[in-house]
């Protein structure tokens, strides 16, 4: 099949089942992880698989975007207005739900992975490692709908919206150090002084990369006087494109570099609000149909049917270290019970970025042993997380009496 005609099918397909996704009052993500999923060689066999395994140039480019947009939620202005509530419950929310399911993969991971040689500490730590990592992402696109279409307000909303700002920023920082540190035991380093910094040195030079394309980025609009929209994107995709290729091949994290430029751009740039909204009004769909269409396209349902107990205790792992951390941090920064009780019920929501950390997994040569695991956990576990997490979103604003009953009969009559 021609690929032009392939990802003609992808693109149409992720549209049409995002859209009745939507009219059904799901996000539009788990309908493009559904269409990937009916498009899937293994189930279909409608496109070819040699296909599915070039495509990393499409998904490098689309984790780019999303973590360029990503970096831009990081006004400073704003952090500041969150007060200290809200840093806290996202430092113990995100912190606890990697520790929990850290914890619980090295404990009982030999129960529930089918690893014919599992070794403690070439494939089971670095694993746990990386699985715990991204457990911490939260993505607030469920909740957000949930509280638009119920016209939620108070405490506990706006809690819940800050904290998944902040959240996705420190899952990618989680992951970085991840990602170092389970290199180093799967690729059987000795432990020293390098090795320790190793990590450390990783970040530094991912934050360098990020600052010093963040900085052209915002010398060349200042000095380009009848920029046109069309002239911005390309400047943007390019480097963006240099900067996450140029940070590969230093050895630094490309994704948190990119995010990095993210944060350069909306902190000092006058027009960052022009840039991300223009980002997001002509390239956010398209990316996120191709990018999310294409994950569900690499899952393997023989591994997926193989650990369906592992997916089953991630999500639950993860939703205890949820709710464990945000009771902590809200008792902590003395945050009212509301808060402490059911804000942790709006953070169950996972997909967006997490799906795309675990294909950068995929395509890092030292994780084979482990990647299509990772990869099919994660893509299992945000199905469910994508189901149950406006569930959870819209249960927890009610107990927290921000979704108030006038508001939900007038809804039922509409």
Known sequence: ??????????????????????????????????????????????????????????????????????????????????????????????????????????????????????????????????LASLASPTDPSATLAVEHEYRAKGEVTSTIMGVAALDDILGIINFSLAIAVAGIFMSHQPFGLFSIAQPFIRIFGS???????????????????????????????????????????LGADELLSTMTMGIIVVNYNIKSEKIFTMLERYTEELIFVLFFTLSAMHLDFSVLASNYIFIIAFVIFRFIGKFAGTAAGGKLSKSSSKVQKYAGGGLIPQGGIVIGLALVIKQNPHFISVSDIILNVIIGATIIHEILGPILSKYSLEKAGEIHVRQRKRRQDS
């Open 1 to 130: 099949m021609e690929p032009i005609l392939t990802i003609g099918i992808i693109l149409f397909s992720g549209f049409i089942v995002g859209s009745l996704c939507m009219h059904f009052g799901l996000p539009r993500v788990t309908g493009y992880i559904l269409a990937g999923l009916i498009l899937n060689p293994q189930l279909t066999r409608f496109i070819p698989e040699t296909f599915i395994d070039h495509t990393s140039l499409v998904t490098n480019i689309a984790l780019s975007f999303i973590t360029f947009s990503v970096g831009g939620t990081l006004l400073f202005s704003k952090i500041r207005s969150f007060g200290k509530s809200i840093l806290l419950i996202t430092l113990f929310e995100s912190e606890f739900a990697f520790f929990f399911v850290a914890i619980f993969l090295i404990l009982f991971g030999p129960l529930f992975i089918s690893e014919p040689e599992l070794s403690m500490w070439s494939v089971l730590i670095p694993m746990a490692l990386l």
């Open 207 to 249: 934050i360098v990369a990020g600052c010093f394309f963040g900085v052209i980025l915002n010398v060349l609009i200042k000095m380009i006087k009848s920029e046109t929209e069309g002239t911005m994107i390309t400047l943007i995709i390019s480097l963006l494109a240099l900067c996450y290729g140029i940070a590969g091949k």
